[in-house]
């Protein structure tokens, strides 16, 4: 495996790149038919009763190269990388176009510009809500007898005039919360090794690792919805006159859509991540 030479983009110094902010990192049961439309023939899924795991990685970053920006990384599933694995980015939605740029060119990641919309709001309480999953081992369930914040992210991808929604992620606190309160976890350190590339703008295949270091909890699993079914969900009508995006818009609606499929399909954990310092390493052809 070769170390990639190529122009550093303006405002990231040579690798490793830090990043510095908050995270959520969810995993979800993905359909390996759908994970396998973006992932290489030479890879091998790792999969078991027509599954694999993928799931999204939201991010919101006050410290970067790029400067301040939010990032959704939508995760297809994972691959086989002996003696152990890795993830596969089905698309990267970041509201930077120096951190959109990087990402292609640099790390041949699937990046796209995208606009993010944060809105916080209190929710009536409820009588009684059924314990989530593992969280009731701990024992974590209870009723919920003060209003929840109701943090909504909706993430929009951009492209000139044109838009399209692509997801609202709703993130509601609970009395997990409330009992844990400030407590942020335990801090660790782990490595997250990906693949990338095969992309228009980067068509080898890459191989590089993010090094994460941060306090680390379970949360309770976001909702993601979308706005449209996936049969009628299109691109915006207005101002779609640019000539380069009719031809590429087919490809590139079914990419979005099989993105949306891996949001929305089901969740099993969801870690939160606070204090987070992440390195990413230069990638290497392989």
Request: charged share 25%.
């Amino acid at each position: 495996m070769d170390v990639i030479e190529r122009r550093i983009s303006s405002g990231y110094a040579k690798p490793p790149w830090t990043f510095k902010g908050s995270a959520l990192y969810q995993i979800h049961l993905v359909k390996a038919a759908t994970a396998r439309a973006f992932i290489p023939k030479e890879l091998r899924l790792v999969e078991a009763f027509g599954y694999t795991l993928g799931g999204f990685f939201l991010a919101s970053y006050d410290d970067s190269p790029a400067g301040v920006f939010d990032e959704l990384v939508v995760i297809a599933g994972t691959v086989w990388n002996p003696p152990t694995s890795c993830a596969w980015a089905a698309r990267v939605l970041v509201n930077s176009n120096e951190a959109c740029h990087h990402g292609r060119k640099e790390v041949g990641l699937p990046s796209q510009v995208a606009r993010f919309s944060k809105k916080i709001t209190a929710v009536p309480k409820r009588k009684r809500e059924r314990a989530f999953g593992f969280l009731d081992t701990f024992g974590l369930g209870t009723t919920l007898s003060q209003p929840e914040d109701l943090v909504e992210v909706k993430v929009s991808e951009v492209d000139g005039a044109a838009s399209a929604d692509i997801c609202s992620i709703k993130v509601r606190s609970d009395e997990m919360e409330k009992k844990l309160g400030s407590w942020m976890g335990p801090a660790i350190k782990m490595s997250l090794p990906s693949f990338s590339g095969n992309t228009k703008y980067f068509p080898d295949l890459l191989k590089y690792s993010c090094h994460l270091h941060c306090r680390v909890r379970p949360v309770r699993p976001a909702v993601v919805s979308h706005p449209f079914d996936d049969e009628t969900e299109k691109f915006s009508e207005e101002n779609h006159t640019s000539q380069e995006l009719h031809e590429n818009e087919n490809e590139n609606e079914n990419e979005r859509r099989l993105s949306v499929a891996v949001l929305l399909s089901k969740p099993i954990i969801a870690l939160q991540f606070k204090d987070l310092t992440m390195q990413v390493e230069a990638p290497v052809v392989v």
